[in-house]
Nanobody
């Protein structure tokens, strides 16, 4: 069973940056397509970025040009660098495979506010 542990969230002012990390279990991590998702209470979880096993990336329109997803397969870790943060980026952020498994980690809260 694959498990995910997200970290790196926090409170940041608009225009600021945060870097999220996700440690994943599973010896086949290197072949997974991985994604970062976010969820606001009362709304559906949305995919914000994904990365294939060879490093091809895709981004939601709302974050393209501001967020960067990357991975280190030797460390079973996927990252999300978030720059130029906006209040509307406030959410709980999760990583999972793409398409996602039914099991999710605890997520990490990102709050963008002055």
């Amino acid at each position: 069973q694959v498990q995910f542990v997200e970290s790196g969230g926090g409170l940041v002012e608009p225009g600021g940056s945060l870097s999220l990390s996700c440690a994943a279990s599973g010896r086949l991590f290197r072949i997974y397509v991985m994604g970062w998702y976010r969820q606001v209470p009362g709304k559906q979880r949305e995919l914000v970025a994904s990365i294939t096993s060879v490093g091809s990336t895709n981004y939601a329109t709302s974050v393209r040009g501001r967020f960067t997803i990357s991975r280190d397969s030797a460390k079973n870790t996927v990252y999300l660098q978030m720059n130029s943060l906006k209040p509307e980026d406030t959410a709980s952020y999760y990583c999972n495979m793409y398409p996602p498994l039914d099991s999710w980690g605890q997520g990490t809260q990102v709050t963008v506010s002055s």
